[in-house]
């Protein structure tokens, strides 16, 4: 429902984009996305999505597996906690997914992603991989 001062079609004020961790190939390993201030999202960020989507791996592992979730802090840059809520485990070349969508009401001010890459056999795997954050509703 439209408020004051939002269009049905006006969606940069309803949910705001955000990169979480920029493309980038990736070996087994856990990354940690760039700090992101929920509250300077245009809407205010009350609740959020996640997604992680990977490519074609590389090396021949027999098995791969790309997982991410959201973690929440005061200040962006210590005391990082999750917010026990995960996307779907990605298994397969060229998959992506997201999470359900996250009440951000009570959270702390900043989010990140997480992705944690696993692979068995091969020959130094590696895979590329993103995530975007989506953020929308006012709180």
């Known amino acids: 429902m439209a408020g004051p001062g939002f269009g049905r079609r006006d969606i940069h004020r309803q949910m705001k984009m955000e990169v979480a961790i920029r493309p980038q190939t990736g070996v087994q390993a856990t990354f940690g996305?760039?700090?992101?201030?929920?509250?300077?999202?245009?809407?205010?960020?009350?609740?959020?999505?996640?997604?992680?989507?990977?490519?074609?791996?590389?090396?021949?592992?027999?098995?791969?597996?790309?997982?991410?979730?959201?973690?929440?802090?005061?200040?962006?840059?210590?005391?990082?906690?999750?917010?026990?809520?995960?996307?779907?485990?990605l298994t397969n070349d060229t998959e992506d997914a997201s999470s359900p969508n996250i009440n951000l009401s009570g959270k702390r001010k900043f989010l990140r992603s997480v992705i944690t890459i696993a692979f068995t056999g091969g020959s130094t795997p590696k895979i590329p991989f993103a995530a975007t954050i989506c953020f929308g509703g006012r709180e």
């Open 33 to 89: 996305g760039t700090a992101v201030n929920r509250q300077d999202a245009t809407n205010g960020g009350a609740s959020a999505v996640l997604h992680v989507a990977c490519g074609i791996a590389e090396g021949a592992p027999s098995t791969q597996s790309v997982n991410g979730k959201l973690q929440h802090s005061v200040d962006g840059s210590t005391a990082w906690s999750d917010l026990g809520v995960a996307i779907p485990e």
